[in-house]
């Protein structure tokens, strides 16, 4: 009985550590591309508002942005984003740093 307990809890972690494994991916992907479209449109590549192309992209990819930062104008773009997975009592987030090709 104390075994079958063991290894429950043994499985309930690994199940627990796993969801946040996939959940730092998923929030640090989200930053990534929210990064790279948003300087995309800082740079003039496409249409629109800098912070808000990078809101929008976050959004579709389960996120949500904290923060949005032009670095360099015309150039570099920073974002945070938190995902929408509560794991644990708490959320992931990423961080990315986008512009121009060296």
Sequence with gaps: ??????????????????????????????????????????????SGATCATAEE????????????EVEVPGAVVRVVVRGEDVVAGSQAEGRARAGRPP
């Design 57 to 68: 992209v976050a959004r579709r990819n389960a996120a949500r942005l904290v923060s949005c």
């Design 1 to 46: 009985m104390a075994l079958a307990l063991v290894a429950i809890l043994g499985c309930s972690a690994a199940v627990l550590l796993s969801q946040s494994v996939i959940a730092g991916e998923r929030a640090g992907r989200a930053a990534d591309l929210a990064a790279l479209a948003a300087a995309d449109t800082e740079r003039g590549l496409t």
